[in-house]
């Protein structure tokens, strides 16, 4: 797995992908909640660290964040790219009034090495 602040590049393409209504693309929960710049906020430079994961074939899972408002999980080439939840309440005026981005996302690892990654939205917790 590898946790990254900024979202690949690829995140955007894959996501673009999806939203087309590409077969290839897995969606697994959330949403894209960015307004204030783009929807994803990623690097303009291809860093080649997806590609280089797709070839190695040992990484099933990249973490981005970030972006405060998105969420969303997709698969694609077989590597789990998800958006974690976000606890802030200072990132940029009118944020602390916002409830539906917060949360926490859970990783499970079993001993066989399978994962199980589960999103816990703030607003549903008890």
Not at 22 to 39: P, Q, R, W
Not at 44 to 64: N, P, W
């Amino acid at each position: 797995m590898i946790f990254t602040h900024i979202p690949l590049r690829e995140y955007k393409e894959v996501n673009d992908l999806y939203e087309s209504g590409s077969k290839d693309v897995t969606y697994h929960y959330g949403m894209l909640g960015e307004k204030m710049i783009d929807k994803i906020c990623c690097s303009q430079y291809d860093s080649k660290l997806f590609d280089t994961a797709v070839d190695l074939g040992s990484t099933k899972a990249i973490f981005f964040g970030h972006d405060h408002y998105n969420n969303q999980s997709l698969e694609y080439k077989g590597i789990r790219m998800t958006y974690g939840y976000s606890i802030d309440y200072l990132a940029m005026p009118g944020i602390e009034n916002d409830t539906e981005q917060r949360g926490a996302t859970l990783i499970t690892i079993e001993k066989d090495g399978a994962f199980d990654i589960t999103p816990y939205r703030l607003m549903d917790l008890k």
